[in-house]
């Protein structure tokens, strides 16, 4: 059974369309008005293995934010959506991966239940047209999107390009895991019985 779905939202401030396949190979398409927030969705494809296309655009005259936020809420619940009942997955994913001097930890947790913790600290700058605190707005806005637990890590880092796109390849490692089936996993991975509530 494929694991894809099709998510589109539009309001007055943006017009965001994901589509994704869980069982990809990593190709994608993805157009946003902002370059860097681009090549970032671009490492969660390619790393995390996962098809996709995104059409994003928004408000970007007046700044990032509400691209950035719709992006990252739309993509997580088209995950949420492709994972269906999430009967069989591995549920829990986490990767520590390095990039030049920066390295990060994620940490994920498929539960249906949304929390965030962001413990990578960095100076107000941009990278590109990107500023910086946008990475935790994008990701906080995918956990509740993808209705999941996500922590992340830095453990040491000074250049703010490695630490952003070290964070996304970190996320898509750990999704890419977590969302891996189990043919060992019978139903879903809960004492409960659910994961999307």
Known sequence: ?????????????????????????????????????????????????????????????????????????????????????RAGIKRYGSATLPMDEACVTCALDLSGRPFFVWKVPMPKAKIGEFDTELAEVFFEAFARGAQCNLHMLLHQGEVLHHIVEISFKALARALREAATVDPRVAGVPSTKGTLTE
């Open 1 to 85: 059974m494929a694991r894809q779905a099709n998510v589109e939202r539009t309001t007055k401030e943006t017009r965001i369309s994901v589509r994704v396949n869980l069982d990809g190979t990593g190709a994608y398409s993805v157009k946003t008005p902002l370059p860097f927030l681009t090549h970032m969705v671009e490492q969660l494809s390619r790393h995390g293995l996962l098809d996709l296309d995104v059409d994003a655009t928004g408000d970007t005259h007046i700044d990032g934010h509400h691209t950035t936020e719709d992006l990252g809420f739309v993509l997580g619940k088209a995950v949420a959506d492709a994972l269906g009942d």
